[in-house]
């Protein structure tokens, strides 16, 4: 059976600091998409970013960076110099190729930034 | 508008009212999906929808009934429905039952 395992409820951080959002997953399927949404108090998912299964290298996009690590079946979400509007839940998620609509999701990490 | 919108934001009901959601995307998709958000739960996909056709029900009981009439609207309606089917509602589309999903902002629903 497929899982997305968020062991962080809840993170506070002061503004400029960083901070890391972890995800571990599990999957018997050898291809397989990972994925992060934003959701903001507004409520709608924003997709942040997919990862195919084999492609492992890290990724970087502004002040996000994402580090995919097979070997540990985990895919944490690295915000660098965080600022108030980062606050929001973030969530990890996982579909394998076949049914790559059918995201499971992880029960989210509630980020608060304080200034 | 842009992207996906939904509409009423907000809505409460008796368990014994019949009331729909409304789902609209603006992105030229051709799938689109409802999800159940309960608090304390990982988000749960409830339908799908491919084409106008009805490709995924994920056990979801008879109380909720989807409807798809075109590629671009999508509803959700809603029949004598429990207090635990209170939650956050969404929506959300893609191209071609695809992996990436744009979602709207989601339907607050409180079942008193």
């Known amino acids: 059976a497929q899982k997305v395992t968020q062991a962080q409820t809840e993170i506070s951080v002061v503004e400029k600091e960083d901070v890391t959002l972890d995800c571990v997953y599990e999957?018997?399927?050898?291809?397989?998409?990972l994925f992060w949404y934003k959701q903001p108090p507004s409520g709608e998912l924003v997709f942040l970013i997919r990862?195919?299964?084999?492609?492992?290298q890290n990724e970087i996009s502004g002040r996000y960076s994402w580090n995919f690590q097979k070997s540990t079946s985990s895919f944490n979400f690295t915000i660098t110099a965080s600022q108030v509007v980062d606050s929001a839940v973030y969530f990890c998620?996982?579909?394998?190729?076949?049914?790559?609509?059918?995201?499971?999701f992880g029960s989210g990490t509630r980020l608060l930034v304080r200034p | 508008e842009t992207g996906v919108t939904q509409t009423p934001r907000h809505l409460v009901m008796g368990m014994t009212n019949k009331k729909s959601l409304k789902c609209e995307q603006h992105?030229?998709?051709?799938?689109m999906y409802w999800y159940k958000q309960s608090a304390k739960k990982p988000l749960e996909l409830m339908f799908v929808?491919?084409?106008?056709?009805?490709?995924e029900n994920n056990s979801v009981p008879s109380r909720f009934s989807p409807e798809c009439p075109n590629s671009s609207h999508l509803f959700l309606h809603l029949h004598t429905l429990q207090p635990e089917d209170s939650a956050l509602y969404l929506c959300?589309?893609?191209?071609?039952?695809?992996?990436?999903?744009?979602f709207g902002p989601g339907t607050r629903l409180t079942v008193l």
């Open positions: 998620a996982l579909s394998d190729m076949d049914s790559s609509y059918k995201l499971i």
């Open positions: 959300a589309s893609s191209q071609d039952l695809g992996p990436v999903q744009f």
């Open positions: 999957t018997r399927d050898t291809t397989y998409y």
């Open positions: 990862r195919n299964s084999f492609d492992e």
């Open positions: 929808y491919s084409l106008e056709e009805r490709v």
């Open positions: 992105l030229g998709h051709n799938a």
